[in-house]
């Protein structure tokens, strides 16, 4: 039996996955932690796994917390720079047999949608993307959108291809939306959406599109609890839940 911990149990992402972890055979939820609460109940509870959805503000310290507790950690909370990244991977040379697993995004479809857009960037002259969002959202462009855009960019680096063509000189409102590595990145947000994204692809006369949509966050929760499962077998920092599968 895996003994699992929550923080920010009683959120949008939190409330789905205490339920899941609940229903699903072989774990068990031994703390459900949200604001305020502390995080040193996790261990206290005998936790050896704790998922943190909390806030970007947060979630760096926490994962600190729970390494220095001895605690694995699946992360879905976005906010991550590549130097939060670095002292979390530094901080684990301390304790070699934790892991931890930071995924931007758990759900297969969007998991695929990365690969695949990073395999298609060098062959397209264009590349943007899209992601569209509930209006709660925090945060913005989103992490998946960070990561698909990274991932495009050195793709394209390592391919020698050139920058986007684009022939504006004349943006005052930021029209052209943020720009990652090179790949420009708009967010929309709406109510009525949950999690979507768009890459799009042009080469003269075509295009590819790669869309990936998550109508309901139970999407999320086999990427969580593979996670889960998993972080255990796999000592050291991965980011990005495709470390843990086989593509
Ligand atoms: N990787 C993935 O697949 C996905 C990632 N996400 C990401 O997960 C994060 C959470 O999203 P979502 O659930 O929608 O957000 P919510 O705001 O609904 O949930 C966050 C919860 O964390 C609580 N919280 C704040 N600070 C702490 C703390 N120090 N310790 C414990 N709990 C705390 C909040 O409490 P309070 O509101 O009182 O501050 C809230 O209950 C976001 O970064 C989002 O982008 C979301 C969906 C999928
Ligand atoms: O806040 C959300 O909802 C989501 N956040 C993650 C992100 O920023 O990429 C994952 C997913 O898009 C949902």
Not at 218 to 238: D, Y
Request: glycine letters at 10%; charged letters at 20%; zero cysteines.
């Amino acid at each position: 039996m895996i003994s699992v911990a929550v923080l920010g149990a009683a959120g949008r992402m939190g409330t789905h996955v205490v339920n899941a972890v609940s229903g699903a055979e072989g774990l068990e939820v031994v703390a459900a932690l949200d604001h305020g609460d502390d995080i040193a109940e996790a261990a206290r509870a005998g936790a050896t796994v704790a998922v943190d959805f909390t806030v970007p503000d947060v979630t760096e310290a926490n994962v600190h917390a729970l390494i220095d507790a001895g605690i694995h950690a699946v992360v879905g909370t976005t906010g991550w720079t590549q130097e939060a990244l670095l002292r979390v991977d530094e901080h684990l040379r301390e304790r070699p047999e934790l892991g931890v697993l930071i995924a931007p995004n758990f759900a297969l479809g969007a998991v695929l949608s990365m690969r695949f857009a990073a395999a298609a960037a060098r062959y397209f002259e264009s590349v943007e993307v899209i992601e569209l969002h509930h209006p709660d959202k925090v945060d913005a462009p989103s992490g998946t959108a960070l990561h698909t855009a990274r991932a495009i960019a050195a793709a394209r680096a390592e391919a020698g291809v050139a920058p986007s063509p684009d022939a504006t000189t004349h943006d005052p409102d930021g029209a052209r939306g943020a720009v990652i590595d090179g790949v420009h990145v708009h967010a929309v947000r709406l109510r009525g959406l949950v999690a979507h994204e768009e890459i799009l692809l042009g080469n003269p006369g075509e295009q590819l599109s790669i869309r990936t949509d998550s109508f309901d966050r139970i999407s999320f929760m086999p990427g969580v609890l593979l996670g889960v499962r998993e972080v255990a077998r796999h000592p050291g920092l991965t980011v990005g839940l495709d470390g843990y599968m086989s593509l």
